[in-house]
């Protein structure tokens, strides 16, 4: 009875342990599993947000050094964009989003403009009404974020409008040497930069960024909007602008980040650049 006892308590005590090996094999797998996707998804990330920046960097800057070169790279820029947007649905809609600077450059190539305010005029048209189009067309664009509490808003307002007109004042502390205003009158230009600013926000932060915030994550969506700004503006000016451009995006896109508004990063916009040219125009 007693040699009974002791084997039906083997047995059990045998058996509780294949359980509990069973279940910790399958904890293990799982964590495995996890940690190959997330691998998996890292990788698509940063290879995803290296092709995007890579290719619209590229293409700016063989226009400036070989503008043929730059012209075909431009198209197979666009090609290459929807290619990957039909091929992978989770690339679709940053694709789409990266696609619109391609479009547009090809845009202002094809139109003749005698002057630079013209040219970046066609351009940032063609930016704006190719983001309004698929802001109303795409599915992935209509999806709505948490709305900011207006309260949230305005308190970050001053801060958001203080750090652009500080950024302004750097920007012109870098470049009131190689810059001036010539025949352009002071409305024009700041009314030009003004609407230049909305675009850029709408476009950079309130599309590009918020659609590949979703797909490879926030860090690198700060990124990716930063080098696509940047190289946006090599055409337009010289090293110096380069930098100072590339600076205001980043800490405009870091806004946004922290703060998903595009009244705020509108706002900053505007500050840096009615800033600049203000202190342009008085010295």
Request: charged share 10%.
């Amino acid at each position: 009875m007693h040699m009974r006892r002791r084997s039906k308590s083997t047995t059990k005590a045998a058996a509780d342990e294949a359980v509990v090996g069973f279940i910790q094999e399958s904890v293990r797998k799982h964590r495995l599993a996890n940690l190959k996707a997330e691998a998996s998804q890292h990788k698509f990330c940063i290879s995803m947000t290296a092709y995007l920046a890579g290719c619209i960097a590229l293409n700016q800057v063989l226009l400036l050094a070989w503008p043929v070169a730059g012209a075909v790279a431009t198209v197979a820029a666009l090609v290459g964009f929807a290619v990957l947007a039909m091929r992978s649905r989770r690339a679709r809609p940053v694709a789409i989003a990266a696609s619109v600077l391609p479009a547009a450059t090809m845009s202002s190539l094809a139109l003749p403009q005698g002057t630079v305010l013209a040219q970046a005029g066609v351009l940032y048209g063609v930016v704006q009404f190719l983001t309004v189009a698929y802001l109303l067309t795409m599915p992935e664009a209509k999806t709505k974020q948490a709305r900011m509490p207006w309260g949230t808003i305005f308190r970050w307002l001053p801060l958001a409008v203080a750090g652009g007109a500080g950024v302004g004042a750097l920007g012109y502390a870098m470049l009131h040497t190689q810059l001036s205003l010539g025949p352009v009158s002071m409305p024009v230009a700041a009314a030009a930069l003004a609407c230049f600013a909305v675009v850029e926000e709408l476009y950079f932060r309130g599309f590009l960024q918020r659609l590949t915030r979703k797909a490879v994550g926030p860090t690198l969506s700060v990124a990716l909007a930063a080098i696509a700004y940047t190289a946006l503006t090599l055409p337009f000016g010289n090293v110096a602008i380069t930098g100072f451009a590339a600076l205001a995006s980043v800490l405009i896109s870091l806004l946004y980040y922290a703060r998903p508004s595009i009244a705020l990063t509108i706002a900053a916009n505007l500050a840096v650049k009615l800033t600049f040219i203000g202190l342009l125009t008085v010295n």
